[in-house]
C-alpha cells in the first residue's frame, strides 16, 4: 500500500509566490468547473475576478516568459545527454517553446478585453461588498445561474478561453521547477531544520513532503541564502499550534 503524502511549498522570492496563487486559482476554478449547482458556477465566476483582479496587478506575461526561455535552455542542453528519456524531453521542449511564441504573440492584456464583459464585470463591481452578488442586488446574475447546467458550463468555458494560455504556462512553469529539484531525506532535529542554500545557483521554491499520518506540519521561512523549517503540532484546529519537541522525519525538495 502506498503512504499517501502531503506537500508543503515555500517560494523564495515574490515572483514565484505570484504563481503559486495563480496556480492555486485556477485549480479551484477546474475542480468547480463542470459541477452542475448555481454554487459551483458562483465559485469558478469568482475564481475568474480574482484572476483577472490578479493579472492586473502583475504583469505575469514577462514572469512566465523569463521561466520558460530558461527552461527551454536547459532542456536543450539534456539533448545531449545518453540516459534522458528523448520522447518526453522533446514533448516538453516542444510545449515551451509553443507557448513562448503564443504568449510573445499577445500585445495588449493577456486576458483579451475578459475585463469588459458586462456580467464579469457587474459581478465584479459587487465581489467586494459581503453579499454584495446576491440575488436582490444582481437580478441579471442571478437569472444566468438559473440556466441549465450544461448551457452554464458552455458560457464559463468561452470565458475561460482566453484565460487558458496563461494557466498551460502555469502548469508547465511549475511542473519543470518541481521536477528539476535537489531530493534529501532529513530530520528535524526536535522540531527544527536549518540550512543553508548555495548563492551561485538561483533556487525558486522549497518543498518540504511529510507522510499523511505524521502528527505535524511545518512553517518554512527562507530567503536567498538561507532557510529554516520549525515543524508544529496541533492536536485540535481550535487549539493553538505549539512547536514539537520530537524529531521529524521528511522529504526535502530544494528548486
Given at each position: 500500500m502506498v503512504n499517501k503524502k502531503i506537500v508543503y511549498e515555500q517560494a523564495v522570492n515574490d515572483r514565484m509566490r505570484n504563481i503559486l496563487r495563480l496556480e492555486f486559482l485556477f485549480a479551484g476554478i477546474?475542480?468547480?468547473?463542470?459541477?452542475?449547482t448555481e454554487w459551483d458556477s458562483r465559485a469558478v465566476m469568482s475564481g475568474i475576478i480574482e484572476i483577472l483582479e490578479f493579472i492586473n496587478r502583475i504583469d505575469f506575461k514577462a514572469e512566465l516568459l523569463k521561466d520558460l526561455k530558461q527552461h527551454t535552455q536547459i532542456l536543450e542542453r539534456w539533448q545531449i545527454e545518453p540516459f534522458v528519456d528523448k520522447e518526453q524531453l522533446e514533448k516538453l521542449l516542444s510545449q515551451s517553446q509553443s507557448l513562448i511564441i503564443q504568449?510573445?504573440?499577445?500585445?495588449?492584456?493577456?486576458?483579451?478585453?475578459?475585463?469588459?464583459?458586462?456580467?464579469i464585470h457587474l459581478v465584479r463591481q459587487r465581489s467586494n461588498i459581503s453579499g454584495g452578488t446576491c440575488r436582490c442586488d444582481l437580478p441579471s446574475y442571478h437569472y444566468w445561474l438559473q440556466k441549465n447546467p450544461k448551457q452554464r458550463l458552455n458560457d464559463l468555458n468561452e470565458w475561460l478561453a482566453?484565460?487558458?494560455?496563461?494557466?498551460?504556462?502555469?502548469?508547465?512553469?511549475?511542473?519543470?521547477?518541481?521536477?528539476?529539484?535537489?531530493?534529501?531525506?532529513?530530520?528535524?532535529?526536535?522540531?527544527?531544520?536549518?540550512?543553508?542554500?548555495?548563492?551561485?545557483?538561483?533556487?525558486?521554491?522549497i518543498r518540504v513532503i511529510m507522510r499523511k499520518e505524521q502528527q505535524f506540519y511545518p512553517e518554512i521561512n527562507g530567503s536567498k541564502q538561507r532557510f529554516s523549517i520549525r515543524f508544529f503540532e496541533q492536536n485540535q484546529p481550535e487549539q493553538i499550534s505549539q512547536p514539537t519537541e520530537q524529531n521529524v522525519k521528511f522529504e526535502l525538495n530544494v528548486a
Open positions: 477546474m475542480y468547480r468547473l463542470k459541477g452542475p504568449l510573445e504573440e499577445i500585445k495588449g492584456k493577456i486576458d483579451e478585453g475578459l475585463s469588459e464583459h458586462q456580467l482566453p484565460l487558458k494560455l496563461l494557466s498551460d504556462a502555469v502548469n508547465l512553469d511549475l511542473y519543470l521547477i518541481r521536477n528539476n529539484s535537489i531530493i534529501s531525506q532529513e530530520t528535524a532535529e526536535m522540531g527544527l531544520f536549518k540550512s543553508k542554500l548555495n548563492t551561485n545557483a538561483s533556487y525558486k521554491l
